[in-house]
T-cell receptor, first 115, second 112 residues
């Protein structure tokens, strides 16, 4: 069965600290896609990254980086030098190629960055 | 202008009332989805549509219905609203299989 687990319900850091948000997934498919979305206090969902199961290269985009490890079924997200504007709920999600592209979401991690 | 819009953005209604939430998109995508988000939970799929003639139930479709009036419009109806349908509702669009889903701004619904 497909499942996404974000064990960290809430994380609090002080500005400029690095923070890693964990995501562990379960799937039986060999072809799948992983996503991260950001939900700021205003409520909208902002797409951050999409990664397919055949590409295990880590990705960096500015202060954001993602570590995909199939061996541990994890797709962790790190924010370097966090800022107050990073305060949001972050969702990890899984889509299976054989499951009509339905997104299976984790329960989210609320990140609070204090000045 | 936003690519995916939802109306209304906020709505308060009473138990038993019928309510419709609307979603429009200018992305030209065939695939559209309705999700609901409850506090402390992720998003759960209500209905999805791969084209105007294709409507499918998601994991929590009971109490909801949908209408795909055109490629660009996908409406969600609560036939007889109940308090546990109080939630944040999102519409999403997708261009091709396995591509990213893009979300609208959400509709906050409160059922009293």
């Amino acid at each position: 069965a497909q499942k996404v687990t974000q064990a960290q319900t809430e994380i609090s850091v002080v500005e400029k600290e690095d923070v890693t948000l964990d995501c562990v997934y379960e799937t039986r498919d060999t072809t799948y896609y992983l996503f991260w979305y950001k939900q700021p206090p205003s409520g909208e969902l902002v797409f951050l990254i999409r990664r397919n199961s055949f590409d295990e290269q880590n990705e960096i985009s500015g202060r954001y980086s993602w570590n995909f490890q199939k061996s541990t079924s994890s797709f962790n997200f790190t924010i370097t030098a966090s800022q107050v504007v990073d305060s949001a709920v972050y969702f990890c999600a899984l889509s299976e190629a054989n499951n009509t592209d339905k997104l299976i979401f984790g329960t989210g991690t609320r990140l609070q960055v204090f000045p | 202008d936003a690519d995916v819009t939802q109306t209304p953005r906020n709505r308060i209604t009473k138990t038993g009332k019928r309510i419709m939430l609307e979603c429009s998109q200018t992305k030209g995508h065939d695939r559209m989805y309705w999700y609901r988000q409850d506090p402390g939970l992720g998003l759960r799929l209500i209905y999805y549509s791969f084209d105007v003639k294709d409507i499918n139930k998601g994991e929590i479709s009971d109490g909801y219905s949908v209408s795909r009036q055109a490629q660009a419009k996908f409406s969600l109806s609560l036939e007889s609203a109940i308090p546990n349908q109080t939630a944040l509702y999102f519409c999403a669009t997708q261009g091709q299989p396995q591509e990213t889903q893009y979300f609208g701004p959400g509709t906050r619904l409160l059922v009293l």
